[in-house]
């Protein structure tokens, strides 16, 4: 399968993206930010980092880019979107997902493995993990906290919409939230960073579930489509 990893004026996790979805044995495809070709890729990957500075808001100067134009086509025609914390933050600048991240709740810098507690197995992102099960995975993150008022959150609990939570809180987040995805289930973002987390050797080869699910549903849909 081919996957495509957007690079963004100050992305840092790009190249790591790259490389995790390699490990599977599939084709990671480099994409620009300024370039509104997907290159017919199978999924996309918008990854972490601080693209244009965090300027205004994070996120907020990217979800303008010629490149989530494209993504944001890609995404309307059933295409799979990830986004990994900058990712997520700009998913949700764009509209693509519902919620904001504001400022960690103390104001911090989080760097560190968290628990995490799978809420929904209903998703082509989490299909290769049981309900309930907890998945270690790294954070690094200043504005990682997911908001969305009574109202709304209630609606996206309802709806099956809120994938991944904290299993201890660590910035604020409402309802203890990590990873949410839209309405369709084709586009997922979370804070985490599961492209951190493809080896045992380095504290955990948990976010692989997630990458790895991700291929299983990109090429599901492309077979679907030929």
Avoid at 23 to 30: K, L, Q, T, W
Avoid at 75 to 99: H, W
């Amino acid at each position: 399968m081919k996957v495509g990893v957007v690079t963004f004026p100050g992305s840092l996790d790009d190249v790591d993206a790259r490389r995790a979805v390699t490990i599977g044995g599939n084709e990671a495809v480099a994409l620009w930010h300024g370039d509104d070709d997907l290159k017919g890729v199978d999924a996309v990957v918008l990854p972490g980092g601080f693209s244009y500075g965090d300027y205004l808001r994070c996120g907020a100067i990217a979800c303008f880019s010629p490149a989530m134009q494209a993504v944001t086509a890609f995404a309307a025609d059933g295409g799979l979107v990830l986004g990994i914390c900058n990712g997520f933050q700009i998913l949700c600048e764009a509209g693509l997902l519902p919620g904001v991240l504001r400022r960690n709740r103390d104001l911090d810098f989080v760097c560190r493995d968290v628990r995490l507690r799978v809420e929904r197995t209903d998703t082509v992102f989490t299909a290769r993990c049981e309900p309930g099960q907890e998945l270690t995975i790294p954070v690094k993150h200043g504005e990682g906290s997911w908001y969305a008022d009574e109202s709304l959150y209630e609606e996206l609990d309802a709806a099956g919409q809120l994938v991944l939570r904290y299993a201890e809180d660590c910035n604020g987040s409402v309802g203890d939230v990590a990873g949410v995805s839209n309405e369709e289930r084709n586009v997922f973002g979370l804070m985490p960073h599961p492209e951190h987390a493809v080896d045992p050797l380095l504290g955990s080869g948990d976010g692989a579930l997630l990458l790895a699910a991700l291929v299983d549903a990109a090429r599901e849909r492309t077979l679907a489509l030929t």
